[in-house]
């Protein structure tokens, strides 16, 4: 792999940058408060969106890349229509929003914030439907990433102490806690087979984890 495009414009760290939709444009969310759109082939900004907090992480809820869902230090998740200039709607939480992520069928929306808790929005109502906690489970930096399973039926992230906590999605039911890592866990994903996953550590460490 090599450099293609080196994007600047953003006044303070980066934390997410997605897709948008296709290959030509990629949408970044900074703790500047702005939300950045960029055409890949102009190598260029086109539009800034001003969030008024800082993002740490985003999504894009529909495949033509129109709809962003931000999620902010003020302890707000946004929704964003990008042919539009305003917030279409937000969700207020009880912690800063560290992560979010969509199920496979782009319908649930997982969040993690520093109230110590996972959040599970459903997008057809805008609503919270569920919450995912754990004695011992601690969200442990600003930037914590929880995410869904391949098959969206569990939800995972890790915790300050190292372990890692799995639940199920429908009934928040706390699966599995495992532990290998001696420092806070800051992210973990699902191999696409949902059989293994990897998680990975402030200390620079990564733990691969398998069924078998």
Avoid at 16 to 45: E, P, Q
Avoid at 118 to 132: P, S, Y
Wanted: aromatic share 8%.
């Amino acid at each position: 792999m090599r450099c293609r495009h080196a994007l600047t414009g953003h006044s303070n760290k980066v934390m997410t940058a997605k897709f948008l939709g296709d290959a030509t444009r990629v949408v970044t969310g900074s703790h500047d408060r702005t939300l950045k759109v960029w055409d890949l082939r102009s190598k260029s900004c086109v539009k800034t969106i001003f969030a008024g907090s800082s993002c740490n992480d985003l999504v894009i809820s529909d495949g033509a890349g129109a709809c962003i869902i931000s999620g902010h230090f003020d302890k707000r998740i946004r929704f964003w229509d990008i042919r539009a200039d305003a917030s279409a709607n937000e969700i207020s939480l009880q912690g800063k929003v560290t992560s979010l992520d969509l199920s496979p069928d782009r319908t649930l929306l997982l969040s993690s914030s520093r109230d110590d808790t996972l959040k599970l929005i459903d997008l057809r109502m805008n609503q919270v439907t569920g919450t995912f906690s754990a004695d011992g489970f601690k969200v442990g930096v600003d930037y914590t990433r929880a995410c869904f399973s391949p098959d969206g039926e569990y939800v995972a992230a890790g915790s300050q102490d190292g372990s890692l906590f799995v639940w199920r999605t429908q009934t928040a039911k706390l699966e599995k806690t495992v532990r290998e890592h001696s420092s806070c866990i800051v992210a973990c994903t699902w191999h696409p087979s949902g059989s293994m996953m990897v998680s990975c550590d402030r200390t620079k460490k990564c733990v691969f984890w398998s069924d078998r």
